[in-house]
Structures are given as C-alpha cells and as structure tokens.
Nanobody
Framework: QTQLVESGGGLVQPGGSLRLSCAAS????????IGWFRQAPGKEREGVSC????????DYADSVKGRFTISRDNAKNTVYLQMNSMKPEDKAIYSC????????????????????WGQGTQVTVSS
C-alpha cells in the first residue's frame, strides 16, 4: 500500500526552525518526485517545494526560497523539509506528496501533478 506519513510539525517562535519528515511505505521514495504543499486557514493550498526523482533537482516557492531546504535520505526512505527563519505566515498544515508516473521540477506544478498525499502535519509560528 502506497503511503506517506508526515511528522515533525509543532509550535515554533518567529525566527526559529523546524524539520518536517515524510516517510514512505509501499514504494521506494527516491524513485519518484516528492513535493511539499501547505494550506493555511482560509487560503488556497500552495506548493512549497519539490525534488525530482532522477537527478534530485530541488525547487522552491518564492515565499520560502533561501529559508527552506528539501532533502532525501534514501536509506531511511524519507524526505525532509528543513524550515529556518520561520515567519508567522508559514503557519499551515504541511503535506508531502508524490507522483508514481511522471516527473516534477517546479514547486508551482500544482496539486494535479501528484497522485498520493500524506495526512499532513500542523505547523504554527507564534511568539
């Protein structure tokens, strides 16, 4: 069964850091493109970052560029999203996603570029 499970969300102060994890089961994660989306209350879901499967090319939304880093740990079948210099506007539910037939190179590819979604993890940035 193809499944993605996020963890690592929580409460952090502005300027702080969190690392989100996306663990895969039922497939080998490094064979596929992985993305992160977020959805804040009352807002549209937005793409945050993605990493391609074949060559590990990463892309970021302008709103997080320079602050967030996506990476893979193939041995653990896990993708991470390191979030630094966090801002109150980063507050959202963060979900990891994958597509089993295709490639993604842009953080702006959109929800229809992906097949499978995790359940999401809540991130709150507040003092």
């Amino acid at each position: 069964q193809t499944q993605l499970v996020e963890s690592g969300g929580g409460l952090v102060q502005p300027g702080g850091s969190l690392r989100l994890s996306c663990a895969a089961s039922g497939f080998t994660l490094d064979d596929y493109a992985i993305g992160w989306f977020r959805q804040a209350p009352g807002k549209e879901r937005e793409g945050v970052s993605c990493i391609s499967s074949k060559d590990g090319i990463a892309d970021y939304a302008d709103s997080v560029k320079g602050r967030f880093t996506i990476s893979r740990d193939n041995a653990k079948n896990t993708v991470y999203l390191q979030m630094n210099s966090m801002k109150p506007e980063d507050k959202a539910i963060y979900s990891c996603v994958t597509v089993l037939d295709g490639e993604v190179y842009s953080a702006y590819a959109g929800v229809h570029a992906y097949d499978y979604w995790g359940q999401g993890t809540q991130v709150t940035v507040s003092s």
